[in-house]
């Protein structure tokens, strides 16, 4: 997973490269907007993450070349101004995200996860902790122990591989996996992640359920 | 007192009861003199028949000491003088009064009334003598006092209606002030926005441009202070992060040492202090009365904005091991998004603050039964005793000392409510210890 990180500040530079790293990810680090411009036009990583206030030219001028050139690929800004204009401004210019410092580590690694997959050729193989589903031979195991789901199972443990490290609402599963307005509840989502839950017995992940809203899938038991 | 209306009102109804009081006096000389000229006429004429009479008929008409058939409703007494002034007949009350000085008038006092005198010349026995008569002065006070009368009354009406159109004037005169200070008055208490001077009158515009003048510099000078806080804690926020990534790199290293764990987790908590109030700080600038501007409240919902913010709640919440939950219904209203966002977050931190590790947590919104919406954050930790439940909100007030907060996140909270017009209130949940934040919105 090629990640350009784009900041000046060697100290969180240096911090954000070795973090993202450890995540498996290959990082390759440019200190200003220049930099940026020509790496992004040599070789296109799966996702930019920007810093907003860069010398040279800014995060935004950055974003805003990509795009001209039709590049599509997926800018998460990194920003130290919250104000309004910075965000609608961030997302204006054709950025996909966008992050305030200083950030929770796990919440960074989740988005920027979330762009690769976007920008990713479909992969077939999701996998946390012990879990590895592969969608395309449409068989899930954990460890060697292969797992038996029912399509429902099935659709709720993808989404939530798909979106590991972050809340997500049973809302939000519904809506994912019951896309034609299929009679699906709340309560059906719940059967089915209490389910997993057994089923998910020694996977090297903890399904947490956040009371009255939804679940967090995170790798760790 | 030092007023405009009172100045006006002297230099305008000064002059003008001077000017009427003055106006009285010539109208009460031009009526009160032609009267008395006609009844000294009258008197100098009842002189002129009574010698007459005296002549034709002898000194014993004058025996009573009275003048006869003198005018009705007066009385009257006549007296008979040699040129040496020795009485010769009449009434010894009478003073004598020579012809050959004056007018041949006077006004004395007779029998304790006052009284007109006139003398007539008169040839007696081959002397020269002086006839006076004595009338009182009834009738001329009875029109003297008419007079009076009529421009007491007159003059009194006329000052009345003038001043009542002074006063009038002046307050018509006068009312673009009051305008201006209503519309002053109206202002929010952060309103530095110039005034409308389009309306004003020629004598007034200086004033308020002098006064936008130095409204502008009012703002000016809130903003330089504003932005300087901002750029400090924006500062701030991009070597805090690198800090955060190079102490979580070492403490996941260090893991399995527990002396530098320990050391490494108490860095990585204060760093977290520091990032957590770097942030309050630019949400309680953020919350400044004279940065917000009532036409950037757009239509939000708070179930969307707790649900954006859960993440890092679930995150904080696990680490205490705390049952954080939610009751999330539509709770639609208008609002500042960012500032509400800060609101949530500093009412459920200090709810995850308080609460004890393995404590519970609700975080609920949703329409309220009488119209607008509520969010309620409740807990189960040791609640607030309720003769401090009005301090909290205050900045830098925190309860418990040992506490880590820094003392900022209800009166965040308190600035936000207030902004948009909410109602914030405190209580305990129903039967058992705890704490319950309301917040209503209209």
């Known amino acids: ?221 | 007192m030092n007023s405009i209306r009172l100045r006006l009102l002297k230099w305008l109804v000064g002059p003008i009861l001077v000017f009427n009081l003055g106006a009285a006096a010539l109208t009460y000389l031009l009526a009160w003199t032609p009267a008395q000229l006609a009844f000294d006429d009258g008197l100098r004429a009842a002189a002129g028949a009574l010698a007459a009479r005296v002549r034709a008929e002898g000194l014993g008409l004058l025996d009573a000491g009275r003048a006869p058939d003198d005018s009705a409703g007066e009385a009257s007494w006549a007296a008979l003088h040699d040129a040496d002034g020795r009485l010769l007949a009449g009434s010894a009350a009478l003073p004598y009064l020579s012809t050959l000085r004056g007018s041949g008038l006077r006004d004395a006092e007779l029998h304790g009334e006052p009284v007109r005198i006139a003398s007539a010349a008169l040839e007696w026995q081959g002397e020269r003598a002086t006839i006076s008569i004595a009338r009182t002065v009834r009738a001329r006070q009875q029109v003297r006092s008419a007079i009076v009368r009529s421009l007491v009354l007159l003059e009194g009406v006329f000052s009345l209606a003038l001043v009542g159109l002074a006063w009038f004037s002046v307050g018509n005169g006068l009312a673009p002030l009051a305008r201006l200070r209503a519309r002053l008055d109206a202002r929010g208490s952060a309103d530095l926005a110039p005034l409308d001077d389009s309306q004003m009158p020629r004598e007034l515009a200086p004033v308020v441009g002098a006064f936008n003048a130095l409204l502008g510099r009012i703002e000016a000078g809130a903003r330089a202070q504003d932005e300087f806080r901002a750029n400090v804690a924006h500062q701030l926020r991009t070597p805090l992060a690198g800090l955060k990534l190079q102490l979580e790199w070492l403490a996941a290293r260090h893991a399995s040492d527990p002396d530098s764990a320990r050391s490494l987790a108490l860095m990585l908590q204060a760093n977290e202090r520091l990032i957590r109030q770097t942030n309050q700080l630019l949400s309680l600038e953020r919350a400044e009365p004279n940065r917000f501007a009532r036409s950037r409240l757009l239509p939000v919902d708070l179930a969307e904005l707790v649900a954006e913010s859960i993440q890092h709640f679930v995150e904080q919440a696990a680490a205490k091991d705390i049952d954080l939950g939610f009751e999330l219904e539509a709770a639609p209203l208008q609002g500042d998004r960012f500032m509400l966002r800060d609101l949530v977050d500093n009412l459920v931190d200090n709810a995850l603050r308080y609460t004890p590790a393995g404590g519970r947590v609700t975080v609920a919104c949703g329409a309220s039964p009488g119209g607008g919406s509520f969010l309620r954050v409740e807990d189960n930790g040791p609640g607030i005793p309720a003769n401090l439940r009005s301090q909290v909100f205050e900045r830098f007030v925190r309860l418990d000392q040992q506490s880590t907060g820094s003392g900022l996140g209800l009166a965040i909270v308190r600035d936000i409510a207030n902004l948009h017009g909410a109602d914030l209130s405190l209580g305990e949940p129903e039967g058992s210890s705890g704490a319950v934040f309301r917040i209503e919105f209209p």
């Open chain 1, 1 to 221: 997973m090629h990640i350009l990180l784009v900041e000046d500040d060697a100290v969180l530079a240096d911090g954000l490269a070795r973090t993202l790293q450890a995540q498996g990810m290959r990082v390759e680090v440019a200190r200003d907007g220049l930099q940026a411009d020509t790496l992004l036009q040599r070789a296109p990583p799966l996702v930019a993450v920007l810093d907003i206030g860069l010398p040279g030219i800014d995060g935004f001028e950055v974003v805003r070349r990509l795009r001209a050139r039709g590049d599509a690929t997926p800018v998460l800004l990194l920003t130290a101004r919250d104000a309004v204009e910075d965000r609608v401004r961030g997302l204006e210019t054709g950025a996909d995200d966008y992050l305030v410092k200083p950030f929770a580590t796990p919440e960074l690694v989740a988005r920027i996860r979330a762009l690769a997959r976007r920008n990713a050729p479909k992969s077939t193989i999701l996998a946390l902790g012990n879990i590895v589903l592969d969608s395309g031979a449409r068989r899930a195991r954990v460890g060697e122990r292969p797992l038996e789901l029912s399509v429902r199972e099935w659709a709720v443990l993808e989404y939530l591989l798909q979106h590991a490290g972050r809340v997500v609402s049973k809302q939000q599963i519904v809506d994912a996996i019951a896309p034609w307005g299929e009679d699906l509840t709340l309560n059906a989502v719940e059967v089915y992640v209490s389910r997993l839950r057994l089923k998910l017995d020694g996977a090297g992940v903890s399904l947490r359920t956040i009371r009255g809203f939804g679940y967090l899938l995170e790798a760790g038991a």
